[in-house]
């Protein structure tokens, strides 16, 4: 270790950075290669030069282009941090053999001499263009600028020449700093550092298209949209085409002929995929994919592609296709193409020989039982004669070997340590649309890399748990010399308080405890419809979680409170009650009821009204009237009267009529215009001729954060469930406008809460689902 240290301290590092380097092995091992390299074309290694050494052996993603670059510094070549810097970005760029070497050093400015007189002419150019600032502002002027201007003029100068430069032609100008001068600037009232506008300068970014609007971050700040989220360097994407510059990405002697042909097939646009498997509904985690996936691609002026992963017959359903697709475009997004992995069958059957011909892949008759797992038996056939696998391989799609009895495994090892994963296994199920044309189908492993690259997808957008897969992606692809497209990873976007799993949702069917999977307490896109949850809420709330890479669990709270900000704005008003009780006006001002006009949006009367009956009978909540009055209670009482919401009147409570039980079952009021009574101290709603419809109230479906976490629930997920989830109302009644509504229809319902007309309606009885409370109002419940 001591010669180690004494090695690097001798280049030029300070002892410290020495022994850091020290801890780690693999740098270590770089770094002397690149000294005893550099020592064959220089007799002694100076500082400078040791400190470039030391940046390319920790900068230098291609370690067989070491020799090349040390080369270039240890003859003088490359002299300057910039020089090197334009060295790695071109050999990333570049990443085939051999290097063009005239191509390189024009690059990086190889042989290129800056004279002093040429950096002083410079300098005095910039320094006269701003003169009378320079004059007015002196030495609070921005130097930085100054320097930036020279370096664009001179890209190869040594920077310390430049600014030494600036500061004499300064000096000269100016002369020395006065008290003034050496002042810091007072800060104009109001301002703000730079660092503090930035959510003002990302919140002016925002585009004003609905489809990409935003809402409140989850730190408070104002959030930009999805779209701006994903456009342009928001995410740390590569550009199309450039997939070579990506880390871990593997380029091979074929991968520049292939990008280049790849390039002209995509146009140069962004292509992505989202590719669900038809064998269930979406769920909310589904919503942040659709989103990322089709978001990208038209955030960057690209397409995407809705193709159905079906390679496993025996799960597929043809409402699971439909359903799917109706979400898709329910959320605002329009497949550019909707394809099937089994439309490249016939192509991934043909590369599974190649496969197998190039050695690759073999077939194995381990029993699927054997395999699974990351530590299973090594395959006895593994190293069997290609002609013998290709024979098998042809009698498994001919159906001479029986299910079960042999599979196609690649020989290779994934990230997570599970060896020669399947290709293909045995299935005599017939396909939904292929029928009984084949009884050998491809897993995942196999499929999704493949047809990303048939269908030249520039980036394959996954959630975190396929990271595991990214090398078996790229082997796969590289092995066969096919396209490789570049699998990015995000955070999967998970909630509280539910389950999303397949299987778990179909026994929460099965027992009964959920109608079906568009049941609206479970967090499926097609119940969250159903419930009322507008679509936009649901593309805001992704904005709002915003591009992490992090799996995220959030509150439900955190969803709802979108959907109470879109319904806000969009879902008229009117007025329901749930509970009646029978109000007669024995003064009523008319012998026939009044029409009267009530805004859809009181905030904004602009938006259009709706006519409301008022007559003699009228209803109310029954919380809405106390018999003894309570204090800080605010609404009908025998000795308090209430206002009537939108009716201008006043009532006051004249008697009231009970049944035998002794429950009060109508009360009679007198009425006054409010503008002639004294303010009550707070206004109810009502209805008058109404119609009766059904009213469902939902409650989360269970009780803890994690309902699958056996600590948190020892008895399993549907011990947890909530009993009284669902609360169904059969006769509430609500103001005649709602008559002629469809289905999921929205509206407020005053004072109550967010509602929506469900599919079970008919056209003599609605039903209405409750999608959200209202916020909370503190004059609500007094």
Known sequence: MADTLDLFVSVGLSEQKAKETIKNEVLTGELKNIINEARKHCSTIDKSMGVLLYGMATRLKSKGRANFLTEYIATKKITTELQLQSALDFVKSHPVDPVDAAAFEEACGVGVVVTPEQIEDAVEEVINQYKQDLLQKRYHFNIGMLMGKARGKLKWADGKAIKNEIDMQILDLLGPKTDADKEKPVKAKGAKSGKDNVPKKLANMVNAVADEGAGASMNGEETRSLMEQLRGHAVNFHKVGENFKTEGYVVTPMTMKLLKEHVQAVGGKVWTRFPPEPNGILHIGHAKAINFNFGYARANGGVCYLRYDDTNPEKEEEKYFTGIREMVEWLGYKPWKITHSSDYFHELHAMGVELIKRDHAYVCHQKLEEIRGHNPPPSPWRNRPIQESLRLFE???????????ATVRMKHIMEDGKVDPVAFRIKFTPHHRTGDEWCIYPTYDFTHCLCDSLENITHSLCTKEFQARRSSYYWLCNALDVYCPVQWEYGRLNLYYTVVSKRKIVKLITEGIVRDWDDPRLFTLTALRRRGFPPEA??????????TMAQVIIDPNMLESCVRDELNVTAPRTMAVLEPLKITITNFPSEKAIDIDVP??????????????????????KTDFKENMEKGYRRLTPDQPVGLRHAGYVITLESMVKDKKGEITELKVKCQQADMAEKPKAFIHWVSEPVSCEIRLYERLFKHKHPEDPEEVPGGFLTDCNKDSLTVIPAALLDASVKGAQVYDKFQFERIGYFSIDPDSKPDKLVFNRTVNLKEDAGKNV
């Open 538 to 547: 649901i593309n805001n709330f992704c904005a709002k979680v915003g591009v």
């Open 395 to 405: 009698d498994m799609r001919k159906g001479k070997i029986a299910e079960g009895e």
């Open 600 to 621: 859809d949006f009181p905030a904004e009367p602009s938006k259009g009204s709706h006519k409301v009956k008022f007559a003699k009978t009228i209803y109310i909540e």
